[in-house]
C-alpha cells in the first residue's frame, strides 16, 4: 500500500527541493510558500493527478502533522507569557463571536442548511478541518455538508495563507502583532504553522501559541455540541487531534533538558524540513477547477465569518 504514496511523495519532495533553489532568489517568500504556490501551480497542468493522490493526501496530512509534532521541540515556552492575558480573552471571545456569527448567517442566509453553518463556524473558530471532521458525527450532518464545509474552510485557508502575511506586512505589525494575527485567524494548525513560520521563527512561535489557545476550546465545543444534540446524536465519540498532544509533549520534552541543545536543535530543524513537505502538499491538493463546484452559499458564508474575524483582530491590534 506504501508503493501506491510514493509518486505523490516523491513529486512534494520534488516541489520542496525546486522550492529551496528559488529561493535563494526570492527570500522574501521564502522556501515554505514557494513549495505552497509551486504545488498549486503543477496540480493544475496535471492531467492525470490519480497516480499522485493517494500519496499527497497522506504526505498533507501525516507529514504536516509531524513537523508540527517536530517543531514543538525548539517552542520557546516563554511566549505564553509575552502574549498576555488580554490576548487570551480575545481569543475566548473571538470565538464565541465566529460562532454566534455563523449561527445569525444560518437564519439569514441558510434556514435549511443549519449543520452546514455549524460545520462553517466551528472550522473557523477553533481549528480548520479537524474541528468539522470532529462535530460532524455530533450532529449528523451530511457527508455533503461536511465535504462542502470542509471545501470552504481550506480554501479560505489557501487564501489566507497568502494574504494575512501581506497585510501584516504593510501594516508594519511586530512580529507578536503578526503572530497573534495569523495566530487568532487561520483555520487548521497547518495553515497557521505554515504561513507564520514562512515569515520567522518567532511569528510562528506566537503564532502557534495562539492557536494552541483556540486548538484549546475544541474539547468543550464538542461537549456543547454534544448536550445540544444529544437527542439526535448516533453515539459517536469524540475525536480530537492526537497530534496536537504529541506536539504539547514534545515543549514539555524541550524544557526539561532530556535532550541536549544539538538534539533539540536538529529536531526542529527537522520539523521545518517536513514543514516545507507538507505545504507542496498542500498546494497540490488544490485543484482550482475543483473550487467552482462549491456551493455559493456556503462560500459567501465562510468569506462573511472570515471578514469578521479578520476585522476583529485587525481592530484589537490597532487598538492595543
Not at 511569528?203 to 448536550?227: D, E, H, S, W
Not at 469524540?238 to 524541550?254: E, H, N, R, T
Not at 526539561?256 to 517536513?274: Q, V, Y
Amino acid at each position: 500500500m506504501f508503493k501506491n504514496k510514493l509518486p505523490g511523495i516523491i513529486l512534494a519532495v520534488i516541489i520542496v527541493l525546486i522550492a529551496k533553489f528559488l529561493s535563494g532568489y526570492l527570500p522574501t517568500l521564502g522556501t515554505a510558500l514557494l513549495a505552497l504556490i509551486l504545488g498549486i501551480g503543477i496540480r493544475q497542468v496535471l492531467f492525470n493527478f490519480s497516480p499522485f493522490s493517494s500519496g499527497v493526501a497522506w504526505t498533507e496530512k501525516y507529514v504536516l502533522e509531524t513537523a508540527i509534532v517536530f517543531i514543538g521541540f525548539g517552542f520557546e515556552i516563554s511566549k505564553f507569557k509575552e502574549i498576555g492575558f488580554s490576548t487570551l480573552a480575545l481569543i475566548f471571545g473571538s470565538i464565541i463571536a465566529v460562532i454566534l456569527v455563523a449561527l445569525l448567517l444560518q437564519k439569514l442566509i441558510g434556514k435549511e442548511d443549519g449543520k452546514l453553518f455549524w460545520l462553517l463556524g466551528a472550522g473557523s473558530a477553533i481549528c480548520g478541518s479537524s474541528a468539522i471532521g470532529a462535530t460532524a458525527p455530533l450532529i449528523q450532518a451530511k457527508e455533503e455538508e461536511t465535504g462542502i464545509s470542509l471545501a470552504v474552510i481550506n480554501v479560505l485557508g489557501l487564501l489566507g495563507m497568502i494574504l494575512l502575511p501581506v497585510i501584516a506586512l504593510g501594516l508594519s505589525f511586530s512580529n507578536v502583532e503578526t503572530g497573534i494575527f495569523l495566530g487568532g485567524i487561520l483555520q487548521s494548525v497547518g495553515h497557521v504553522v505554515g504561513s507564520a513560520f514562512a515569515i520567522n521563527t518567532e511569528v510562528g512561535q506566537f503564532a502557534t501559541v495562539v492557536k494552541m489557545g483556540r486548538v484549546a476550546f475544541l474539547v468543550p465545543f464538542l461537549l456543547i455540541v454534544y448536550f445540544m444534540f444529544r437527542n439526535k446524536s448516533d453515539g459517536t465519540k469524540l475525536k480530537f487531534p492526537i497530534f496536537i498532544l504529541f506536539f504539547l509533549g514534545a515543549v514539555l520534552i524541550s524544557q526539561i533538558g532530556i535532550f541536549n541543545s544539538e538534539t533539540i536543535k536538529f529536531l526542529s530543524k527537522s520539523g521545518d524540513t517536513l514543514l516545507n513537505i507538507g505545504m507542496a502538499a498542500i498546494g497540490l491538493k488544490i485543484n482550482i477547477k475543483s473550487l467552482w463546484k462549491i456551493s455559493g452559499k456556503a462560500f459567501v458564508a465562510g468569506l462573511i465569518i472570515f471578514a469578521v474575524q479578520i476585522l476583529i483582530y485587525f481592530v484589537y491590534l490597532i487598538i492595543n
